[in-house]
């Protein structure tokens, strides 16, 4: 079993049904499938994107100036974490948000060896604000905090998708899925599982990733055991 693991979900996974925002009962069931990792003895720290709320790719394809947008991606990524905060409290379930953005009344900042001592109190970990700089995604986020942090594992919950597929399964019906990929092969095939940066990171750092669907439940639980789910990216291919 995996002992200390990010957990790496989009903004899209928090607006359950709707079109977009914050959806608490999705966010809810998100928080109790943390909470059976977490009473399983695994160290659990998430990194929540902010694509229910706001990207700053969009906002720059629309005019704006992209450091600006990704600066407002930033912020939304610390609503989505104080959602996902309260509802882990509200399932007892101490919790820390540890901000690279500096907004002290909401959030810790994020410092490395606090971050270490909070698991060591047995607290989950939200780690919002991006990098704190802008021209970096959520993805690198989880890369660069899973090689800070000695994580096991990068588990990639995905939304509705059951792993890596050499095509789009939603397209095209012969798609094949992979069930072990190595990092050189994500990056030669740009299966695009996350961005180029960030799974560079985890080539050059050995981070494993594990893409999985989040939506089935119980498949939280499957990922930490490492029982045969989902796709595998590893160094070890």
């Known amino acids: ?8 979900l989009s903004g899209e996974a928090l607006k359950g049904h709707g079109v977009y925002g914050i959806d608490p009962q999705t966010v809810k069931g998100i928080a109790l499938e943390i909470k059976k990792m977490r009473d399983l003895g695994v160290e659990v720290a ?13 906002g720059e394809e629309l005019g704006m ?9 930033m912020l939304g990524t610390i609503m989505n974490s104080l959602a996902l905060q ?7 379930v101490a919790t820390r948000v540890m901000s690279a953005l500096p907004t002290s009344a909401v959030a810790e900042p994020y410092i490395r060896r606090r971050a270490l001592r909070h698991f060591e109190k047995g607290r989950v970990i939200i780690l919002a604000g991006g990098t704190g700089s802008p021209y970096f995604s959520t993805d690198t986020t989880a890369a660069l905090r899973a090689a800070e942090l000695n994580c096991d594992v ?7 998708v059951d ?10 019906k012969d798609a094949v899925k992979y069930d072990t990929l ?10 695009q599982i996350m961005d180029s940066t960030a799974a560079s990171l985890c080539k050059d750092n050995n981070i494993d990733i594990l893409v999985f ?3 089935k439940e119980g498949n939280m639980i499957k990922a930490v055991k490492k029982e045969a789910i989902g796709t595998i990216v590893t160094n070890g291919v």
């Open 163 to 172: 792993g890596v597929y050499d095509k789009d399964p939603n397209i095209y």
């Open 86 to 92: 309260d509802a882990l409290e509200g399932h007892n």
């Open 46 to 58: 998430v990194v929540v994107g902010a694509g229910n709320l706001w990207r700053g790719k969009t």
């Open 65 to 73: 100036d992209r450091a600006q947008a990704d600066y407002m991606g």
């Open 154 to 160: 990068i588990l990639m919950a995905k939304n509705g």
């Open 1 to 8: 079993m995996y002992q200390r693991v990010i957990l790496k």
């Open 213 to 215: 669907d989040m939506n």
């Open 182 to 191: 190595s990092h050189q092969q994500v990056l030669e095939k740009n299966l």
